[in-house]
Every structure is written in C-alpha cells, then in structure tokens.
C-alpha cells in the first residue's frame, strides 16, 4: 500500500512538468495550417450541425482506432481541415458518407487483430451504435473493420500511464499557442479533441444524464459562433462543465481576459449556499471589527441589482462540478466579483432586507483560509477525540493515537484535504482486526478505446485498509464530510466506512473520486484534467456525482451562523455521547 501511494503522491506533485514535456510534437512534417485552417462558416445549418457532428465522431474514432491515424505519420489535426471544407458543402446525407468513406480508405490497409485483454473483468465496452445510424452500409463497414485493426498499447495521441498508474495520457497534442482566439476549424478542433476524449476514455460518461452525442451536436453552434476571445473560452468552460466532474478545473479562469471578465476584485468573506440561497460564513471586515460591511448570517439577495437567481442562472452552465452542492459552492467563490473598488450588495439581515455598497480587495487578497493556527489534535469534552488531517504530519500520528486510543469516540474532520496522502492507510492501522477492501477501480485501455475495465485482484489487494490488529480501536469512529470533501478525501471516507464501528456525519461530498490525469491540452494553449481512474463501491454501484452519502445529514443554518456554531461539529459530539 505504502509503494501505491507514494507513487500518487509523486505523480501529483510532478504531473504539470512531465505532462509538458512531450506535448505538442508530431511526426509529420506537414506545415499547411499553421497559419489557420481556412475554414469559415457563415450562417450554420441544421443539416451542417448534423453532418460536423458525424465528421468529429469519425475523425475521432479514426485518429484512437486506425493504425495509420494513430501513428504521429500524419498531423491528424491538419487531416480534419483538409476534409472539413467537402463536409461542409456536401450536398446529403449519401454525399457526406461518400467523401468520409474515400477518408477513411485514403488511409490504407492494415492488419487485423483480436485485440482483447487476458484475465480482465469488464464493466463498459465500446458504444458504437452512432456508426449504425446514417452512415450507410459501405461506411459503417467500414468504421467496423476499423475497430477490429491491430493496435499498439501505446497510441501516439494518448497510453495508459503505467501499471501503477493507470490514467489516460494524452500525449503529442498541439496546443496552438499562437491561437488567442482560433478560426472557426481550430475552434472545432478544440471541441473534436476534448468530446473524443471524454467518449474513449472518460470513465464516468456512462453516467452523464444527457446523452453526449447531443451534447456534441449543442455544442457545435457555440463554438462556431464565438466570435471573439472570451466567448470561445466560454464555450470551452461550457464544454468542460457538461461532464459533471468536480475534477474538470480549467485553466483559462485564472489568466487573462475571463480573469477580468470574472473581475480581480471581490469582498473579503466566504460564503455558503443554505438551500439556494448564498449566506455569508466568515467576513474579514467583522473580524477586524467593522460592522458596516457584510458579517455573517447576511443572505445575498442581488449584487449590483442584478437577483441572485439571475446570476446563478448565468454561471451555472460554467461551473464544473458533479452535484449540485458542489456545483454551487463553486459559484459562491465567484458570485461577488468586480472589477470596481466597491460592489452593490442587497442582502437580508435579522429579517430586514437593506443595501451596502461593499468594499473590495483584489481576488487573492480577499480569500479566508482556514485557521492555520488551529491544532490537528485535540481532546473535545466528555473524553472525545478530534483530528483534522488537512493540518496533521503524519509523523506525529502514533504518538497522539495513544492518547487518542483511550477515548470513547475518536472524530476525524475530512471537511479536508489530508496534509500528507499517508494519513489515511496509517491511520486506519488503528481502526481494523485485519486489512479490509473498500472500493473497485477501473481503467481505460489505449488499445480498445472505450473499454474500461476493472483493475486484477492482484492490483486491488494492494488497496487495503488497516493490518491485522487484534486489539483495534473498538470506539465509536466518526467522520465528518461536505462538499469540500473530494478525490482522495471521499476515497478516504469509503475506507472509513468498512470499519465495523464507523458513523459519516455531515452533508453530501464532491462526487468526484480516482485519480486525475496529465493535464489535457487545447487550442489556444487551454489546459483541462478530469477524473482518469473509475472508482466504485464493492459492489460496483457508483460513487461519482453521488459521492459519499452520510449516515447523519447535517447541513449549515443560517442561525447556526450567526452563532458562530460549527453545528457537524456538534451533531458528532452528542452522537458521542449517545449511548
């Protein structure tokens, strides 16, 4: 277990550099586009909607299925605006499959092979059902003799990382750098790039509630029709938030022109959603001891005249998240944004609804962190133990685990992220008779894309919880969970819960678990990740999206806040002291 994570932990520390050390180089010397594609599109169709959507399926299948394609010989990229412009004047559904039949045999022979994997369990297989749907039988017999060609494990667009760490590497992907806003065809390259990916090596797009061939068909016009800098990153933020993946950070939110458009300045206070309603948590203003700013318990009511609704509505389509909670905790961050030195808040107080104008400080100024003074160990009333792993070395857990061992309930606060990837497997040493299976994983498969499959035995019992411990901790465990619970964090809580005497108390978590991977590159130099590797409870039901449900629901009052209460906190400490 030890080996596991350390390798994880290395990998995440040195991801972005390794990720750019091999991106953007292809074997083809083919300079035609890299002036532009020439593509223009004025006045889009339906029927051209339909006909881009099936070019982008064929181009990505090809590029992850066809030796040829997948052999870096070709620039695949400048492959697609050699045959977009036929695509777009074909004149029918027969006229487009014929220029995409004559593509795909321009590409040659190649040997065919059974490519399947020895000994491996499978949870999803390839969907090719698009390729049966008005491609004609000439084409999709051909699309079929594709799938069936001998691949190498390692395409020149993306492998399996390693065996120890099997996420999808996209590799050798142009980032066009010199693209500030792409022309019409790099823009759908953008959107070909990113929804191949997602529909080969996605882990979770069997759980996407909308289909994501509709979702390429939505997106199409949106990307077509950017017609400036920030609309086509704003087509991007859309496109990525689709996906539902707390993971889906992206990189265009931090830099210039969205960090403006987002604004540099906001209020110095933290809020959370009651509902749908965003309250203030923590204000720096009143901590300083000024009343006359926003102080905890005010609700949002609008900013800058504009109701909260209207705003939620305008952001939520951005805001990459896999559940709702999640999703609109990632908007509280942003919702107070300016680029002015006072924002217009209207707010709700003890029951009465006034208005301030707020002052504001640039956007990394204005973020409360947690207090770091604060210890990661220490005995709560009536012989309770707490721990917070975001603040805990690892090194000290022994020697406060013989404190913590003599008292009737032990409290771990995973509102977190742990300080060191080592706490929970160490920790949970103490908490089983011998070492417990807690999860299923899977992984992608570079050879047959669109396969996932669960990890071996072998593999999996390596990810274990606790040793054997004839004399374990026999108190009551209890762990606290939110929606700041995520990855690594909620894979921590599923450890937990195999423990015989373990009770989750809080709210919903992120909904977003497994590892993530290499950094995924775009048009215009626009770096993504999402989730790499499936996690899954032990009897293979889904964790993502619906992350951790706790045994104990507790969330957040506005009362709770003015208080200054942590009300999880003390929902724990009286299930404690329940006999």
Not at 372 to 386: H, R, T, V, W
Request: glycine share 6%; hydrophobic share 35%.
């Amino acid at each position: 277990m030890t080996n596991f994570f350390l390798t994880l932990l290395m990998f995440l520390f040195g991801i972005s550099n390794f990720a750019q050390t091999n991106q953007g180089t292809n074997i083809s010397t083919d300079h035609t586009f890299d002036k532009g594609s020439s593509v223009s599109i004025q006045n889009l169709s339906a029927p051209q909607i339909r006909d881009l959507a099936i070019l982008g399926k064929v181009w990505g299948f090809l590029k992850y299925y066809h030796p040829k394609a997948s052999s870096g010989t070709l620039n695949w990229d400048y492959e697609l605006f050699k045959v977009m412009p036929k695509i777009l004047s074909s004149k029918n559904e027969s006229e487009r499959n014929k220029i995409l039949l004559n593509w795909t045999a321009s590409l040659g022979e190649f040997p065919k092979k059974n490519n399947t994997i020895e000994n491996a369990e499978i949870r999803y297989k390839p969907d090719f059902g698009w390729i049966n749907k008005s491609l004609g039988k000439d084409l999709e017999k051909s699309l079929m003799n594709i799938s069936q060609a001998e691949r190498k494990a390692e395409n020149h667009y993306v492998k399996i990382y390693s065996e120890d760490m099997p996420i999808p590497y996209f590799q050798n992907e142009a980032a066009y750098s010199q693209f500030k806003y792409p022309d019409a065809g790099f823009r759908l390259l953008s959107l070909y790039r990113y929804w191949n990916m997602v529909e080969y090596f996605y882990p979770y797009r069997n759980t996407l509630e909308k289909s994501w061939d509709t979702t390429l068909e939505e997106l199409i016009p949106k990307f077509v029709e950017a017609d400036n800098e920030i609309n086509y990153k704003l087509a991007v933020a859309s496109m990525i938030a689709e996906i539902k993946d707390s993971h889906a950070i992206l990189s265009v939110w931090s830099e210039s022109p969205l960090y403006e458009y987002q604004g540099k300045m906001r209020p110095a206070v933290n809020l959370v959603f009651i509902g749908a309603q965003p309250v203030v948590s923590e204000s720096l203003e009143e901590k300083n001891g000024n009343k006359n700013e926003l102080l905890r318990g005010d609700e949002i009511i609008s900013v800058n005249k504009k109701p909260v609704a209207v705003i939620l509505k305008e952001l939520l389509p951005y805001a990459s998240a896999s559940n709702d909670p999640t999703r609109l905790s990632r908007i509280g961050v942003n919702l107070l944004r300016t680029n002015d030195s006072q924002v217009e808040v209207e707010i709700k107080r003890s029951g009465v609804t006034k208005s301030l104008k707020v002052k504001t400080l640039p956007l990394e100024k204005s973020l409360i962190g947690e207090n770091s003074g604060e210890p990661a160990f220490k005995m709560l009333k009536d012989n309770i133990a707490y721990i917070h792993p975001g603040r805990l070395d690892v090194k000290q857990l022994d020697t406060l685990m013989q404190t913590a061992l003599k008292a009737k309930a032990i409290v771990i606060d995973m509102r977190t992220y742990p300080k060191e990837t080592m706490f929970t497997m160490k920790i949970g040493e103490y908490f089983f008779a011998k070492p417990k299976e807690f999860c299923r994983m899977t992984k992608g498969n570079a050879v047959i894309p669109g396969q996932f499959s669960y990890l071996s035995d072998e593999y999996m019992s390596n990810i274990k919880i606790g040793k054997d411990t004839p004399d374990y901790y026999k108190g009551k465990l209890i762990v606290l969970c939110n929606e700041d619970t995520q990855s690594f964090a909620e894979m921590s809580l599923m450890a937990f819960r195999a423990g015989p005497n373990t009770t989750i108390i809080g709210s919903q978590t992120a909904g977003a678990d497994g590892n993530v991977t290499a950094p995924i590159v775009l048009p215009g130099n626009i770096k993504t990740i999402f989730t790499g590797i499936g996690m899954y409870n032990l009897d293979g039901t889904e964790t993502q999206r619906i992350g951790i449900i706790p045994d104990i629901e507790v969330k957040p009052s506005i009362q709770g806040i003015l208080e200054n209460k942590d009300e999880v906190l003390e929902r724990a400490i009286r299930f404690a002291d329940e006999a």
